[in-house]
């Protein structure tokens, strides 16, 4: 099913990039300030000539582009980006109106350091290319492979490629190679001072800027992102802290302990801004940092969960902080957060201009602007109310039961415990619990004791000492992994139960236990397990116990746990509509795209569930094509847009357990958690053989940080795809209808 398009041009943009509301917001008629390359210059130090947005901030437009995210360089009118998802590209934007001026395909994949300057734009891809600014049309290009990125001195392009190298400079005019050095490079180069600044592994070389002689090199901790050059000073956040070594010399000045590996950190006015991860006492905590430039004294600290590794860039009054899914806004005197963005794709690098702050989120173009709130969107120019008058009439439920547990589970456990004869051991396991709800749960405790005279050791995946409990059904391919704390202890990303547990076991550990010790550890299943659902769920452990020191002789002892649990969805009643959900439009997806998406509501939100939709895609050409996306498979939107800043939240089902919702008042169903922000979703390309399908369903929830949803509301979800042919926008609007209407 396929209906009138409802996303149009650069700046119609519909779907969940963003949270908050949105106002009218005038383009400024002066254009002061150009930004030409990452972090504003050749020597990065993300200081801004102009002001950004003042009072708060209000989105003016994005453009309808999806994927790569490189900086925004600017120059004159225009505002330049690099995006794409398989059809990657040079993009033009005039940068009041958001209008698009040119496209220029690139090879491949646009590194995030580009530059303009004097009428051409630099990228580099596979090779470096210089395009006229006013046309997109090639100029020239070197087919050096230069992975990393580049910078823009002068007359010259320095650009670096990764690995053993080569570090290379060419003529502006014509691409001619100046010289050519074989340096091994992680970042794109930093340029000032006649020099050129490159890091590796773990070195920071500075390079003659006319000859690519070696000047010096020191030994530095693994950097993500180029040095920062500032009065005679080079900067560099690493993984092991913010090194400060003399331009000239190399000599070590100061060092600030911390994680600040993926940091772009900017300097003005002799202080130094950034952002990452200190150590508090035993605990890490994610904070931005000012910090005096000549000393590394720190003049303020700002604390914030989502303030961790990030891209900064500093106007005389304001510093920028673009995180994962953020854009902060801190004063700079005191580091006080003036206002933030949330995004739901990732955020790129900004620039600053004309009272504007540029980004790049998901490979879109966004234009931040001034204005009251924290935040703004467009509203959807959606049918927001589908035709009922059509036959069968809309909505119509696909199914009649919600399967996902919000009545609990009903819980049915056996085991069988075996163990060799001979073994020297006691082992104790028991699942106790017969129900999970909000008030109960069910805990797995296993237990080893050595009853012998010798040591006996055995091997297993993190968390020691037994490692990730799973638990599969076969009939449905599904997974359930019960929660401990030790992953939480074991230092590892996997925090939280919603998220799921994986990979941990590809580390090898080895426990111990003394004569007389006793090993165990307890799991934990609940209804905040990531994925719970009814089915039969086997589980089988199994370890091989060895005495003594390793090497011996002895084949050691065999350990098996095997059994099943059993989850029985309570028979919840259908309960009370609170509204009918339905698709009142989609996208029109043009001829030349190679597949066709279908989104089906298979329940209404209730007073005792929330609703459930289901999305596929299929492949509908002859040919097995290859496709990407942003997002999971067939669709990653998870926030859609509504009137007056309200929005709704897609929980993925495979992902969704009942203890992550809340009912509120009205009946609606709030999440506890935005999924795009817990749970980490990359870029995706996928084959599909001719008529094969992908299918997800989805629960629908409300924000937790804005209105309830009304009767009529329309809520436009989007997500950008690219095949070999093009790169499309497909979405849907999904409304919220009165039962009775």
């Known amino acids: 099913m396929r209906r009138r398009t409802f996303l149009a041009g650069a700046s119609a943009g519909t779907a969940g990039l963003l949270v908050g509301c949105l106002g009218d917001v005038e383009g400024s008629d002066e ?10 210059d050749a020597a990065h130090t993300g200081a801004a000539t102009a002001s950004g947005p003042a009072g708060g901030g209000r989105v003016r437009w994005w453009s309808d582009t999806w994927g790569l995210t490189t900086a925004p360089v600017i120059e004159d009118g225009t505002v330049y980006v690099g995006s794409g998802l398989r059809n990657q590209a040079i993009f033009a934007f005039d940068r009041t109106t958001g209008e698009r001026q040119w496209q220029a395909p690139i090879d491949d994949d646009v590194e995030r350091a580009i530059a303009v300057g004097d009428g051409t734009v630099y990228a580099s891809a596979g090779g470096v290319y210089a395009l006229d600014a006013e046309t997109g049309e090639q100029v020239w290009t070197d087919p050096t492979d230069t992975t990393r990125g580049l910078a823009l ?34 970042t794109a180069p930093t340029v000032a001072d006649g020099r050129v600044f490159v890091v590796g592994n773990d070195n920071l070389v500075a390079l003659e800027a006319e000859s690519g002689d070696t000047e010096w090199e020191e030994t530095i901790d693994r950097a993500g992102s180029p040095p920062t050059v500032s009065d005679g000073m080079v900067f560099t956040a690493t993984r092991g802290g913010l090194f400060a070594h003399d331009a000239a010399t190399g000599d070590r000045k100061w060092t600030l302990e911390g994680n600040f590996r993926a940091t772009d950190a900017a300097t003005i006015d002799g202080t130094l801004y950034l952002t990452g991860r200190q150590q508090d006492g035993e605990q890490w905590v994610s904070r931005a940092l000012a910090v005096d430039a000549a000393t590394g004294d720190v003049e303020w600290r700002r604390d914030d969960d989502a303030l961790e590794a990030g891209s900064v860039v500093a106007t005389a009054e304001t510093v920028y902080v673009a995180t994962r899914y953020r854009v902060y806004a801190l004063d700079c005197e005191t580091g006080e957060i003036e206002w933030w963005l949330r995004f739901q794709w990732p955020v790129g690098s900004p620039a600053v201009a004309d009272g504007t702050l540029y980004v790049s989120v998901g490979g879109r173009l966004v234009a931040i602007g001034s204005g009251d709130g924290r935040a703004g969107v467009w509203q959807s120019d959606a049918e927001p109310i589908p035709d009922r008058s059509v036959t069968p009439p809309e909505p119509c439920y696909v199914g009649s039961d919600f399967p996902f547990g919000m009545g609990g589970f009903d819980v049915d456990a056996e085991w069988d415990v075996a163990v060799n004869e001979d073994a020297p051991v006691d082992v104790s396991f028991a699942i106790e619990g017969d129900r999970i709800d909000a008030d109960e749960d069910v805990s797995v405790t296993l237990a080893v004791t050595n009853e012998g005279d010798e040591p006996l050791r055995f091997t297993t995946g993190a968390p020691e000492p037994f490692g990730i409990f799973r638990l599969h059904d076969e009939k449905q391919g599904h997974r359930l992994v019960a929660w401990t704390s030790a992953y939480e202890e074991s230092g590892y990303v996997h925090t939280t139960p919603h998220r799921g547990v994986g990979m941990v076991n590809s580390i090898g550990l080895s426990t111990a236990i003394s004569p007389g010790e006793t090993v165990s550890e307890s799991y934990t299943l609940s209804d905040e397990t990531h994925g719970i659902r009814p089915g039969t769920y086997e589980f089988s452990v199994s370890h091989v116990l060895t005495p003594g020191e390793w090497g011996t002789d002895h084949d050691g002892w065999e350990l098996e746990i095997t059994g099943t649990v059993e989850l029985a969805g309570d028979s919840t009643a259908p309960g009370e509509v609170v509204h009918d959900l339905a698709v009142a439009d989609e996208v029109d997806l043009p001829e030349a795209f190679m597949g066709e998406f279908t989104v089906d509501v298979l329940e209404p939100v209730t007073d005792t569930h929330p609703g459930l939709i289901e999305i596929t895609f299929e492949n509908v050409t002859d040919d ?102 093009v790169d499309v926008t497909w979405g849907f609007t999904l409304s919220t209808l009165d039962p009775d209407g």
């Open 153 to 186: 001195d002068g007359d010259t392009v320095y650009a670096c490629s990764g690995g053993g190298g080569p570090v290379v400079a060419l003529e502006t005019d014509d691409g001619e190679q100046r010289w050519r050095r074989d340096v091994h490079t992680l």
């Open 624 to 725: 097995r094509s290859l496709i990407a996306s942003i997002g999971r498979w067939p669709f990653g939107s998870t926030v859609g847009l509504g009137p007056e800043g309200r929005r709704l939240v897609l929980l993925p089902a495979e992902t969704f357990a009942p203890g992550f919702v809340d009912r509120t008042d009205a009946g609606w169903w709030e999440p506890a958690f935005l999924p795009h922000e817990s749970i980490a979703w990359g870029g995706a390309t996928t084959a599909f053989d001719p008529g094969e399908t992908s299918t997800r369903r989805f629960v629908v929830t409300t924000h937790p940080e804005t209105d309830e949803p009304r009767d009529g509301d329309g809520y436009a979800f989007e997500q950008g795809f690219g095949d070999d042919d």
């Open 31 to 40: 254009l002061p300030g150009d930004w030409s390359q990452f972090q504003a």
